[in-house]
């Protein structure tokens, strides 16, 4: 079932066209994305800001610019989430739950949970329960992602990665 219907963005609210994020070639004549399918995939030239548009959703759906659930908050922020501000998400059901996997800054979330399991106040070692029990670093990147997707059962999963090697001169 797809959660997420439809990306609309409102130019109207948008004072200078020609400041980044709303001057990327890409997403500047986009006056909605339907998404009636499953899973959907945006696909791109390296540096064509697939992830600005990813990031942008996620910020609107309350994840951090970074990655990891809504309860996540890894340090990283980015411009890219004023996009989010003309933006309008429709729904159907409404979801509450999700998780936002980036994957050039998984190792930083990673790293957040360590972080996490120092401190006895954030359930300290507990933390690696739901990821198999112990750290993400601790185990292969594979591996790692499995730990993962088991850990964030349903929602809304929104997934960027960069494939290096599929850009046009390839």
Known sequence: MSYLKKISLKW??????DNYPFNILAISNLDSLSLDHNVVFLVG?????????????AFQCGYGIGGGGRNNDIGLSDESSLLSSIMTLSWMPKINSGFFLRAETFFDFA?????MAKDIYAGGRKVYDAYGGKSLNQQSHGEAFLSLGAAVHGGFW?????????????
């Open 158 to 170: 929104l997934c960027g990665a960069s494939l290096p090697g599929f850009g046009r001169d390839r």
């Open 45 to 57: 030239e390296n540096g064509s800001e697939k992830s600005t548009l990813f990031e942008a959703v």
């Open 12 to 17: 109207e609210c948008v004072e200078k066209k």
């Open 111 to 115: 790293k957040h949970l360590d972080e």
